[in-house]
């Protein structure tokens, strides 16, 4: 029960991170380089320095404290010279009103459990109760195996969110104390695969194939993103790799762009700036494709 680990937000009531109102809790660190990805925050394992200048009050105390200098201002409220900053973050608690923030903190499993069973009343009500995301869970495996045996040895449901990328050791540990696998299939072609998430993945088809196999209850998410994986061959060999494991159901996350501010924060760049939202016909046109391979797919949209 010493184990630590790093988190970047701790978000309550969630209704879609598996049954029941439930506690999702972001774990830092992820080995996917995703160009879409909506908590580009939970990237680092360390922490991260958000910058929302349209809070600032031009008051430039971040400016006087800095002991690197790496804060400087422009028109538009302070500039963060990231090669410089050392995160100290003497600028965050400079700042009066949160317009430099910072995304990461340390915490033992006795603390966080302890944070997670103030909702205990909820979860035994709605049929709910703790979900790790992130960033990618497994990536923490320690800490997250630690974290799971606690809250399974005091009777609360738990949901780990996950690429599946992962050595299938760590997975099979995890298994033993997890509820429910919400297993996000981002793309199954290998080459394109590489190319938006910065990995093969093969080991993550390879994961998901075990973790079917040895009986897990998992739920298939895919993100749908226009021009990148609602193409009819993706789709249909999703289906293909999805009936192979005994799978045939699909949940899709319609792509949005409400995460790509924070890139900006974060002084990075938007790879995607170009991809537009699925329309309603786009998102029909795709679970009916999954239909006819044997997939039930649903959607909000």
Not at 49 to 69: A, I
Not at 107 to 131: H, M, N, Q, W, Y
Not at 176 to 185: E, K, P, R
């Amino acid at each position: 029960m010493n184990e630590k680990g790093f988190i970047f937000n701790i978000q309550r009531f969630s209704l879609h991170d598996g049954p029941g109102i439930r506690t999702t809790v972001f774990f830092k660190g992820c080995p996917l380089r995703c160009m879409w990805c909506q908590n580009p925050e939970g990237i680092s394992l360390n922490k991260t320095l958000f910058c929302n200048s349209n809070k600032c009050l031009d008051c430039r105390s971040c400016e006087k404290v800095c002991p690197e200098h790496a804060v400087s201002f422009g028109e538009f409220g302070p500039l963060i010279n990231r090669d410089r900053c050392t995160l100290c973050l003497e600028c965050v608690e400079a700042c009066p009103v949160e317009t430099l923030e910072a995304a990461g903190r340390e915490v033992s499993v006795p603390e966080l459990v302890e944070d997670i069973l103030k909702d205990r009343v909820i979860f035994e009500e709605s049929g709910g109760g703790a979900t790790f995301s992130g960033g990618e869970p497994l990536f923490q495996p320690e800490f997250l195996v630690a974290l799971l045996k606690a809250l399974k040895n005091l009777d609360i449901h738990t949901t780990v969110e996950t690429s599946g990328y992962s050595p299938w050791t760590v997975l099979e540990e995890t298994a033993a104390w997890t509820d429910l696998f919400l297993y996000d299939l981002k793309l199954v072609d290998e080459e394109k695969s590489k190319h938006y998430t910065g990995t093969t993945n093969t080991l993550i088809l390879d994961n998901l194939k075990a973790l079917a196999e040895k009986g897990s209850n998992i739920q298939v998410r895919m993100p749908l993103i226009p021009s990148i994986n609602d193409d009819y061959v993706n789709l249909q060999q999703t289906a293909a790799v999805l009936i192979k494991a005994g799978i045939d159901e699909l949940d899709l996350i319609p792509y949005h762009k409400l995460g790509t501010a924070k890139y900006a924060n974060l002084g990075l760049d938007y790879k995607l700036p170009h991809i537009k939202e699925p329309s309603t016909d786009q998102c029909f046109q795709a679970k009916s494709i999954l239909k006819r391979y044997g997939i039930a797919a649903k959607s909000e949209v």
